[in-house]
C-alpha cells in the first residue's frame, strides 16, 4: 500500500493490463494518489489498486462513466482498454419471471445498475433477481418489481411464492395483524428484543407461548391488538405422558395433569428434586422418596390417601449367622484401678509433652506387671 507522505508514484507495483495502466497514467498526471481517487470514484484504495495492478480485469459501463468523468478522459479509450467481459458477467436470466424483469428494464431504458438502485437495494442482488435459477420470488419482492418497472401486481401473482400453511390460531393471528401493519419479521423482534426466527416460530406454531403470557402481552401492544384475543387463541399445553405401575403413581399423575403442571413447576413450588417426583409417578422411588409426600400433597393441593402411602421400611441390623455372643467382664486390682486413676489425672493435662510421657511410662511399666485379668461367664 503506497504511503501517503511519500512522492506520488513511487514504490508502485507494475500494472499487467492495459486499462489498469491507462488509469494509473491519467491518475498520475491528475496528481493524485490511489486513496484520493477512491473517494471521489466512490471505491475502496484497495479496489483502486487492484485495478491498476491488473487484478481486477473488468469494469462495467457504470464504473468506465465515473472514471472517464473523474479522470477527465474519454469514455471510448477506457472501452478499448478494457478486456472482453467473460460471459459469467453478462448471463441470461434462467427463467420466466427473470426475463420477463429483463425485458421491462430494457424497455424502460434502465441499466442494471439504474435497477438496482430503483428497487433500492445492492446491485448483486438486483442481478440474481434476473439470472436467479429459482423460479418463485416472495410477496414483498413482487410488490418493489411492480412499482419500479411500471408494472401491475397481478403480472407477477403466478411467481410468487406459497405461504406455509398455519397450525394454530394464535400464530395466524400474529402474522396477519403484522401484515396489516406492514411490518417485518425484523421489526416485530427488534420491538420485542428476541430474533426474527423466533417470531416465525410463533408464528408457525412451533413456539406456542403456552407458558409466556408476558411475551403474548408484549405481542399485542407492539402489535397494536386485544391482548384477550391472543390469550384466547393460545393452545393448551400439551404434557408429556408419564406411564405409573403404582396406584400412588397414578394419583399423582392425575392430581398434576388437572392442574396443567409440569414436573419442574410441581418441583419448584414444592421444593422436592424432580428426579424423586418421577420416581415417585413412575413407582420406581426407594423408601427414602416417601419422606418428601407431605410437600408434594401441597404443591398439588389435595390429600393423598393413607392406603396409597408406602411403609417406611425398617433398617435391618446385620446379625452374623453362627456366631455365638459371649459377655466379657474385666477385673483389675485395687492397685491397677489406683494407677488408671492417676493415668486419667495426668492424661488431662493437655499440651504438657513431659506429663505425657510421665503417663506413657507409668502405663507401660503397668501392663508388665499387672496384666488385664479376662474371666468369661
Known amino acids: ?34 486513496d484520493q481517487l477512491a473517494e471521489r470514484v466512490g471505491l475502496l484504495q484497495l479496489s483502486i489498486s487492484d485495478i491498476e495492478t ?38 441470461l436470466p434462467q427463467t420466466e ?4 424483469i429483463c425485458s421491462h428494464r430494457e424497455k424502460l431504458g434502465l441499466t442494471p445498475r439504474d435497477f438496482a438502485e430503483k428497487m433500492g437495494m445492492p446491485y448483486d442482488d438486483a442481478r440474481k433477481l434476473e439470472i436467479s435459477t429459482h423460479p ?42 403484522r401484515k396489516e401493519l406492514n411490518m417485518t419479521l425484523a421489526e416485530v423482534a427488534d420491538k420485542l428484543g428476541s430474533k426474527k426466527q423466533f417470531i416465525n416460530q410463533i408464528e408457525f406454531g412451533r413456539s406456542p407461548l403456552c407458558e409466556s403470557d408476558d411475551t403474548i402481552i408484549r405481542l399485542a401492544e407492539i402489535l397494536q391488538c386485544d391482548v384477550n384475543e391472543l390469550m384466547a387463541a393460545k393452545p393448551k399445553r400439551k404434557l408429556k405422558p408419564t406411564i405409573s405401575i403404582t396406584p400412588l ?25 424432580q428426579a424423586i417426583i418421577s420416581s415417585l409417578e413412575r413407582g420406581t422411588y426407594s423408601s427414602s422418596c416417601c419422606s418428601s409426600l407431605e410437600k408434594i400433597s401441597k ?38 484401678l489406683a494407677d488408671l486413676r492417676k493415668i486419667k489425672e ?32
Open 97 to 100: 419471471v427473470g426475463w420477463l
Open 136 to 177: 418463485l420470488i416472495c410477496n414483498k419482492t413482487a410488490g418493489l418489481l411492480a412499482s419500479s418497472l411500471d408494472l401491475d401486481l397481478s403480472v407477477f401473482q403466478k411467481f410468487i411464492k406459497k405461504e406455509k400453511t398455519m397450525n394454530n390460531k394464535l400464530g395466524e393471528l400474529i402474522r396477519t395483524r
Open 249 to 273: 403413581g397414578v394419583f399423582l399423575v392425575d392430581k398434576r395433569v388437572n392442574l396443567n403442571l409440569t414436573q419442574k413447576e410441581v418441583s419448584n413450588s414444592s421444593g422436592v428434586s
Open 1 to 34: 500500500m503506497p504511503n501517503k507522505f511519500q512522492p506520488i508514484g513511487i514504490g508502485m507495483t507494475p500494472s499487467t493490463t492495459a486499462l489498469g495502466g491507462f488509469i494509473r497514467t491519467c491518475r498520475l498526471k491528475l496528481g493524485l494518489r490511489q
Open 299 to 336: 404443591a398439588l393441593k389435595c390429600e393423598i390417601p393413607a392406603n396409597l402411602i408406602p411403609p417406611t421400611k425398617q433398617r435391618k441390623t446385620r446379625i452374623d449367622k453362627g456366631v455365638q455372643k459371649i459377655p466379657m467382664t474385666f477385673s483389675l486390682s485395687s492397685q491397677s
Open 346 to 377: 495426668l492424661s488431662n493435662a493437655n499440651g504438657n509433652s513431659e506429663v505425657i510421657n510421665e503417663a506413657l511410662s507409668l502405663l507401660r511399666r503397668l501392663l508388665e506387671k499387672n496384666p488385664i485379668i479376662m474371666s468369661f461367664i
Open 54 to 91: 491488473g487484478r481486477k480485469k473488468y469494469l462495467d459501463d457504470h464504473w468506465l462513466k465515473k472514471f472517464a468523468e473523474i479522470l477527465g478522459c474519454n469514455l471510448d479509450e477506457l472501452k478499448n482498454r478494457a478486456p472482453k467481459t467473460p460471459s459469467r458477467y453478462t448471463k
